[in-house]
């Protein structure tokens, strides 16, 4: 346990009222709030999720923000100013206790608080897993919907970021998709990443949310500066074609764009999804795209045994048998721990995917 601990931190330092049951994502969620807005500033991932929280403490006084190193900003800066700013009553630092972290936030927002949980890396998640499935995903349903923790939500950097190893690089979504009565959201842009982390600390589910650490500083683009929320459990289509499907979330967004601007080369319609909301999943949108192209490729870094592909794959087959022109395709992550040395072969990288593209329109 010290040891996972030190080697962290020498690889990385550098209200009471109840929320009423719910299903489906925020009816104020519009996307056209964004488009209104004609000017906004350039700001990276990790910026914009600093905004997102300087707004949720700023609307909410309810809003707790805590977790490993939150008070001066955290390993990756995400949090930095919001103490100074709101006070260590409300941005304050906890032990090195993942199971603590969560349980706290479990507590505090069944109390009628909203609370903002930090997980310092999505691979250290795991010690909190029997209070997110066990406690937060059960608590409204186990009391009859007399009391819940919807004003729950958990921050945590997962996957790739080019030298994390083991313990520093994995994607653990597929774990918590399959837990009912909390919300899984990975954002793959600075846009993105503000709009759906005020959604989901404002929604009245607890919710798991994923950020890249490998676009904190690499994805870059011009984020509106008013407060503005993003629909969950609602995809996105990033790019519309006709020959076939591509779906995906967070920085592996990025790498399916570079091989549908190359499968395009050889003449290839690529319509590319980004999943967004991967519990509950936008299972329409998928269906409707498949339905026109008839073939879907899937990919992400987590392994490709039992990742979250497969349901998605599983659910496409269920409702697209008839209308399927080739296997579905999945493009991910290997069978094996997360690598150091060897993680440019582990990666699903742009050259397999468009490898995956031709074969799968070809068959």
């Not at 949310?209 to 683009?221: D, H, I, M, N, Q």
Request: proline content about 6%.
């Amino acid at each position: 346990m010290g040891l996972r601990r030190f080697g962290r931190l020498v690889k990385w330092v550098g209200g009471n009222g109840r929320r009423p049951f719910s299903t489906s994502s925020s009816s104020s969620c519009d996307e056209m709030m964004v488009q209104q807005i004609a000017s906004g500033k350039s700001l990276n991932l990790y910026s914009a999720i600093n905004q997102a929280l300087h707004i949720a403490l700023e609307t909410d006084p309810r809003a707790y923000v805590f977790g490993e190193d939150v008070s001066f900003g955290g390993v990756f800066r995400c949090t930095t100013g919001l103490a100074d700013r709101f006070g260590k009553q409300r941005v304050f630092n906890t032990p090195l206790c993942e199971q603590g972290i969560v349980g706290f936030g479990i507590g505090l927002a069944a109390m009628g608080n909203r609370a903002v949980a930090e997980i310092q890396f999505a691979d250290y998640i795991f010690p909190a897993f029997d209070q997110i499935v066990n406690e937060a995903a059960k608590f409204r349903y186990r009391s009859g919907n007399q009391f819940n923790c919807g004003g729950l939500t958990i921050r945590s950097p997962y996957g790739a970021v080019g030298h994390g190893g083991h313990y520093h690089s994995q994607s653990p979504e597929a774990f918590f998709c399959h837990a009912p009565g909390i919300k899984v959201v990975i954002p793959r842009s600075p846009r993105q990443a503000k709009g759906l982390l005020l959604s989901c600390i404002r929604d009245p589910n607890p919710v798991v949310f994923f950020e890249p650490k490998w676009l904190y500083r690499l994805s870059v683009e011009e984020v509106p500066e008013h407060d503005y929320m993003l629909p969950l459990s609602e995809a996105e289509i990033i790019r519309e074609g006709n020959d076939i499907t591509l779906v995906g979330w967070g920085a592996q967004l990025s790498i399916m764009e570079q091989a549908c601007k190359d499968a395009e080369k050889d003449g290839i319609s690529c319509e590319l999804i980004d999943l967004r909301t991967l519990l509950p999943w936008d299972k329409d949108t998928v269906e409707a795209s498949v339905r026109k192209t008839g073939r879907l490729l899937i990919s992400h870094e987590a392994p490709v045994t039992g990742g979250f592909g497969a349901e998605i794959s599983a659910s496409i087959v269920e409702r697209c048998f008839l209308r399927l022109e080739a296997p579905v395709a999945r493009v991910c992550g290997l069978d094996t721990p997360f690598p150091l040395v060897f993680e440019p072969f582990y990666m699903p990288n742009k050259n397999k995917i468009l490898d995956a593209i031709k074969s799968t329109v070809n068959y």
